[in-house]
């Protein structure tokens, strides 16, 4: 992209960032909302909890500079940053809740961290973006070569300096990374995985866009239901279909699988005990980087919910206003009918011209065919214990009792949060069965049906829970491994 005199200028009076830079309070708001969102990866923060963040921090700045520093309170800083000529914070409303919470915009994120950027550094890595380059340029190469005896080629040369670095390993010789090449891809790693979050909020905001103007839209429509749909569906494919739409779903899918997450867990926690990197003071929220990478996702994913969402109501509303509209028409039509009830029209009102005369022969009707009656004996059935059958009968009805699935499901995902896989017996042990059987087999049938499971027929399990006050009852069954 050129950046001539005009787009500058533009620039500069309206996108948010600029702003953000030229403000009298830009190192309040820049470090004060890096401390808050980016650091600790929060992407919502309800409104008490950040004016009382804010607050806190104006405090501490008064101390300092003085108190007609900061004037104002923090609550009136924060709605002067969401306005609309700032910018820097998004205000809205959660579902089911009547407080104010807050977001960081995309402009922010993007000042802040051109911001950190300025600060100088003590070490500078080369060599791993080198690296990277250098491989993104032969992924291309080879991603889009169509012969194939030159596919073929690549794939034996890669084969034979495997086979020769196997060999050399065989022989005791292992190149080793050395400490400055070590800090040097944790360093690329990490602004690589800093600025995946930055775009996370990026790809949320344009969805989010999206859905405003779909809710505009849907507000001020007044033709068919059927052209706004593909308005709005071609809209949506069109973004789902782009460059950033297929990315984005490569990347998820990537990510939530479960063996992906296993395996960077590993990787992280291998790294991070290195002494070189264990030198650089990494923060402790990097061994949990991809699950922030899930959060961020997940948010994405909610903005795209609501989005259907509104359109499932659109067209709920649509269908209740054109029932409406059907029954004020019949309603009318009544109203009329009866009014000219008492004073018909003159004349021939309606003639219906019928083409042929009806002819129906006396023979072709069915013969009559008496019905069968089954005869019911009048016997009175006579039981020894009529009493107690009555009372056995009445507490069976009052006995019924309903599992909670949504109760057991929470409880299978809480348990496998802090691990990867448990056991039925060790689910029960957690939470003892408080219906018995019956809950038992509700547990094998969200095995089957919700979760990844694993059936041991070598190993035998068994269940025991309470019926009464006193009786114990126990399942024996194969081994069941509920896994994450």
């Not at 065919?369 to 009968?393: G, N, R």
Request: glycine share 4%.
């Amino acid at each position: 992209m050129i950046l001539d005199y005009a787009i500058l200028d533009l620039l500069r009076q309206n996108h948010p960032a600029w702003r953000l830079l030229r403000s009298d309070h830009a190192p309040l708001v820049a470090s004060f909302l890096q401390r808050v969102f980016i650091a600790p990866n929060v992407r919502v923060m309800a409104q008490a909890d950040l004016s009382e963040a804010l607050e806190d921090e104006l405090f501490t700045l008064r101390e300092q500079l003085g108190a007609e520093a900061f004037p104002k309170s923090a609550l009136e800083y924060l709605n002067d940053w969401t306005s609309i000529e700032k910018g820097w914070l998004r205000k809205f409303y959660t579902q089911g809740s009547d407080e104010p919470h807050f977001d960081l915009t995309p402009a922010s994120e993007k000042a802040i961290a051109w911001l950190a950027t300025l600060v100088e550094r003590s070490f500078i890595g080369t060599e791993s973006r080198l690296l990277t380059l250098f491989e993104l340029l032969k992924q291309m190469s080879e991603g889009s070569e169509t012969d194939p005896q030159a596919r073929i080629a690549e794939l034996q040369k890669r084969r034979d300096e495997i086979d020769a670095e196997m060999t050399r390993v065989q022989a005791g010789n292992m190149p080793l990374l050395d400490d400055t090449a070590l800090k040097d891809r944790f360093q690329q790693f990490m602004q690589l995985a800093r600025e995946l979050l930055t775009d996370f909020r990026e790809v949320e905001h344009n969805f989010r866009n999206l859905d405003r103007r779909v809710r505009e839209r849907i507000a001020l429509w007044e033709g068919a239901k059927g052209a706004l749909l593909e308005e709005i569906m071609g809209e949506r494919d069109a973004i789902s279909d782009s460059d950033q739409g297929r990315s984005f779903r490569a990347f998820w899918d990537f990510l939530m699988s479960s063996s992906r997450q296993e395996e960077l867990s590993a990787l992280l926690e291998r790294i991070l005990s290195l002494p070189p990197i264990a030198e650089l003071k990494p923060d402790g929220r990097t061994r949990r980087i991809h699950y922030d990478w899930l959060e961020a996702g997940e948010h994405t994913q909610r903005t795209v919910a609501q989005l259907s969402q509104q359109l499932r109501r659109f067209l709920d509303d649509q269908a209740w206003l054109e029932n409406r509209r059907i029954m004020d028409i019949l309603r009318g039509l009544e109203a009329k009918a009866l009014a000219l009830r008492e004073s018909p029209p003159a004349g021939e009102v309606m003639h219906i011209a019928d083409m042929a005369a009806t002819i129906e022969l006396p023979l072709e009707r069915p013969l009559y065919t008496a019905s069968i009656k089954t005869p019911i004996a009048q016997i009175e059935l006579q039981s020894d214990h009529a009493e107690e059958d009555e009372a056995w009968s009445m507490q069976a009805l009052y006995s019924q009792v309903v599992i909670d699935k949504e109760r057991l499901t929470r409880h299978i995902r809480h348990a496998l949060q802090d691990r990867p896989q448990i056991t039925l017996g060790m689910l029960c042990t957690l939470q003892p069965l408080q219906h018995g059987l019956a809950e038992l087999v509700t547990y094998l049938e969200l095995a089957s049906d919700s979760f990844k499971t694993l059936v041991d027929e070598d190993v035998t399990e068994t269940i025991v829970w309470q019926s009464t006050a006193e009786k114990m009852k126990q399942a024996r069954l194969p081994r069941v491994i509920f896994v994450r």
